[in-house]
Antibody, heavy 122, light 110 residues
Framework: QLQLQESGPGLVKPSETLSLTCSVS??????????WGWIRQPPGKGLEWIGS???????YYNPSLKSRVTISVDTSKNQFSLKLSSVTAADTAVYYC??????????????WGQGTLVTVSS | QSALTQPASVSGSPGQSITISCTGT?????????VSWYQQHPGKAPKHMIY???NRPSGVSNRFSGSKSGNTASLTISGLQAEDEADYYC??????????FGGGTKLTVL
């Protein structure tokens, strides 16, 4: 059974870069054709798709975040990562990593990490 | 991209059926059969309930069903149970090769 686990600092200062890692177990991140995604949820608010990366490295980002987001894959560590630069209090949220059950698409997510709360504050 | 439009809240009594709507545009909901629905209990990660408008992932109760007409998708829960009380989110693929979520609907089982 595929399992995902987010990790990273729980507190980030304004204007700095938020960096999170999603560790994958029960499957290989380089498995052909899968997309790996990041979604966030501000406290008390709804879900927001941040972006997705294909196992080949191609990426798709939310246009509202695109200028500040980088998603990458580290196959040697079976992980993928999120970097969000120039953060503000509006970036405070629970961040989830996720993956669909079907390869070749990022239209939905079947496997989710437990989520990690990142607070932006000085 | 603007969030898909969902009602803020719906409610129903045990055993009843409820429907949650999700309205978008011809560039997302109306243009593709890639609408999904998620259930989220407080403090938990979302759970995938419906994909491709009307398909249920393995293990999801057949009390949950999805449909679409034009730019509006719907999630129907029949035989409402106490454990169905949760937040529900729709999502759709878009013509910009992105994903967009709805604002979420709080379901209360009376």
């Amino acid at each position: 059974q595929l399992q995902l686990q987010e990790s990273g600092p729980g507190l980030v200062k304004p204007s700095e870069t938020l960096s999170l890692t999603c560790s994958v177990s029960g499957g290989s991140i380089s498995s052909s054709g899968y997309y790996w995604g990041w979604i966030r949820q501000p406290p008390g608010k709804g879900l927001e798709w941040i972006g997705s990366i294909h196992s080949s490295g191609s990426t798709y980002y939310n246009p509202s975040l695109k200028s500040r987001v980088t998603i990458s894959v580290d196959t040697s560590k079976n992980q993928f990562s999120l970097k969000l630069s120039s953060v503000t209090a509006a970036d405070t949220a629970v961040y989830y990593c996720a993956r669909p059950n079907s390869s070749g698409r990022f239209t939905h997510f079947d496997y989710w990490g437990q989520g990690t709360l990142v607070t932006v504050s000085s | 991209q603007s969030a898909l439009t969902q009602p803020a809240s719906v409610s129903g009594s045990p055993g009843q059926s409820i429907t949650i709507s999700c309205t978008g545009t011809s560039s997302d909901v109306g243009g593709y059969n890639y609408v999904s629905w998620y259930q989220q209990h407080p403090g938990k990660a979302p759970k995938h309930m419906i994909y491709d408008v009307s398909n249920r992932p393995s293990g999801v109760s057949n009390r949950f069903s999805g449909s679409k007409s034009g730019n509006t998708a719907s999630l129907t829960i029949s035989g409402l149970q106490a454990e169905d009380e949760a937040d529900y989110y729709c999502s759709s693929y878009t013509s910009s090769n992105t994903l967009i979520f709805g604002g979420g609907t709080k379901l209360t089982v009376l």
